[in-house]
């Protein structure tokens, strides 16, 4: 049977690439098509997928936050980070919540259908500039002590979104989102919105959407949890 992939890009012009390269794989079917996180996660609770080859910038709750759900979800299934992002501390917050494999969209066209395959076997797979990013060490750096919450919340924060904002879209109260911003702000040592992007920015933290600190992706703490 063909190796069925779901993917999720808020980019059509992307996501056709995408499919044209795989339909060029004849061992493999692009089952779907998803512009946000939220759309993947709802369709694969209907549907079926061995792989799901997963943007980290996407609007609304992030790449990374639907990773955290689709891995809590369907620990079995395959999830390739396809991304521009690779800074090592974003390559390994992947790898924490749980993908299978992270592919740069510098790579070269042809490394696109041997990463999926190899995720679709449930190996690791690594381009070699994110094998690169990874062997850099982040670990003594300010944002390396947020949880995994307080990140996904930092990286929010950091694209200018309001708390009530946050607070909707991930079912939290306004006083737990209030609380984790006022934790962000101290273990960065940073005192406004304006030093918090100025500090994403600086470190390439921002993914437009998505998320922590250096821990196996065993289990992962809901953050839906008011």
Same mark, same amino acid.
């Given at each position: 049977?063909?190796?069925?992939? #779901? /993917?999720?890009?808020?980019?059509?012009?992307?996501?056709?690439?995408?499919?044209?390269?795989?339909?060029?794989?004849?061992?493999?079917?692009?089952?779907?098509?998803? @512009?946000?996180?939220?759309?993947? *996660?709802?369709?694969? #609770?209907? %549907?079926?997928?061995?792989?799901?080859?997963?943007?980290?910038?996407?609007? =609304?709750?992030?790449?990374?936050? +639907?990773?955290?759900?689709?891995?809590?979800?369907?620990?079995? /299934?395959?999830?390739? /980070?396809?991304?521009? %992002?690779?800074?090592?501390?974003? $390559? &390994?917050?992947?790898?924490?919540?749980?993908?299978?494999?992270? #592919?740069?969209?510098?790579?070269?066209?042809?490394?696109? =259908?041997?990463?999926?395959?190899? $995720?679709?076997? =449930? &190996?690791? *797979?690594?381009?070699? @500039? /994110?094998?690169?990013?990874?062997?850099?060490?982040?670990?003594?750096?300010? %944002?390396?002590?947020?949880?995994?919450?307080?990140?996904?919340?930092?990286?929010?924060?950091?694209?200018?979104?309001?708390?009530?904002?946050?607070?909707?879209?991930?079912? #939290?109260?306004?006083?737990?989102?209030?609380? %984790?911003?006022?934790?962000?702000?101290?273990?960065? =040592?940073?005192?406004?919105?304006?030093?918090?992007? &100025?500090?994403?920015?600086?470190?390439?933290?921002?993914?437009?959407?998505?998320? +922590?600190?250096?821990?196996?992706?065993?289990?992962?703490?809901?953050? +839906? +949890?008011?």
């Amino acid at each position: 049977m063909p190796i069925r992939v #779901l /993917i999720a890009d808020d980019h059509p012009v992307v996501r056709s690439g995408y499919r044209r390269l795989l339909s060029l794989e004849p061992d493999m079917d692009v089952v779907a098509e998803c @512009d946000t996180g939220e759309a993947a *996660y709802q369709w694969l #609770l209907d %549907h079926s997928a061995d792989v799901v080859v997963l943007d980290l910038s996407m609007p =609304g709750r992030g790449g990374l936050d +639907t990773l955290q759900r689709l891995r809590m979800r369907s620990p079995e /299934i395959g999830v390739l /980070i396809f991304s521009m %992002h690779d800074t090592s501390t974003l $390559v &390994q917050q992947a790898f924490d919540f749980g993908a299978t494999g992270y #592919l740069s969209k510098r790579s070269a066209p042809e490394e696109f =259908g041997h990463a999926v395959r190899k $995720v679709a076997a =449930g &190996q690791r *797979y690594l381009s070699a @500039d /994110i094998a690169s990013a990874l062997a850099c060490d982040t670990a003594d750096l300010p %944002h390396m002590q947020l949880s995994q919450r307080e990140f996904i919340l930092f990286q929010q924060l950091a694209r200018g979104r309001a708390v009530k904002q946050l607070a909707d879209d991930f079912n #939290l109260s306004l006083k737990t989102v209030y609380n %984790h911003q006022t934790s962000i702000y101290r273990k960065l =040592g940073v005192d406004n919105a304006a030093q918090l992007m &100025q500090y994403a920015l600086q470190h390439g933290l921002l993914a437009h959407g998505a998320e +922590t600190p250096l821990a196996p992706p065993s289990v992962v703490p809901a953050l +839906t +949890t008011k």
